[in-house]
């Protein structure tokens, strides 16, 4: 089983940013996807949560408006899209997969927000 995540980098505050994970060695098509991010000093937080099938979307806390989470099921693929970037969006982040019975997780990608 493999999640890996990219797309992290140095961005300048009001920037954008598509994170990527791609899932290999379980049925993607049939697992919920989440988006987390953990801050430096901080617990890690849920960004952002789709269905299997693409069809319910849940967002944390103040996640709503910037952040945009989607999946390809065709290409075992979840995406990020995360705009007006503030440097408290400094964190790394974290993909998760989750069937209810098993459970897996990303190394994470790095996010840094600065001028």
């Known amino acids: 089983v493999q999640l890996v995540e990219s797309g992290g980098g140095l961005v300048q505050p009001g920037g954008s940013l598509r994170l990527s994970c791609a899932a290999s060695?379980?049925?993607?098509?049939?697992?919920?996807m989440s988006w987390y991010r953990q801050a430096p000093g901080k617990e890690r937080e849920l960004v952002a949560r789709?269905?299997?099938?693409?069809?319910?979307?849940k967002y944390g806390d103040s996640m709503k408006d910037r952040f945009t989470i989607s999946r390809d099921n065709a290409k075992n693929t979840v995406y990020l899209q995360i705009n007006s970037l503030k440097p408290e969006d400094t964190a790394v982040y974290y993909c998760?997969?989750?069937?209810?019975?098993?459970?897996?997780w990303g190394q994470g990608t790095q996010v840094t927000v600065s001028s």
């Open positions: 998760r997969a989750n069937s209810g019975k098993y459970e897996y």
């Open positions: 789709i269905s299997s099938g693409g069809g319910f979307v």
């Open positions: 060695g379980f049925p993607f098509s049939t697992y919920a």
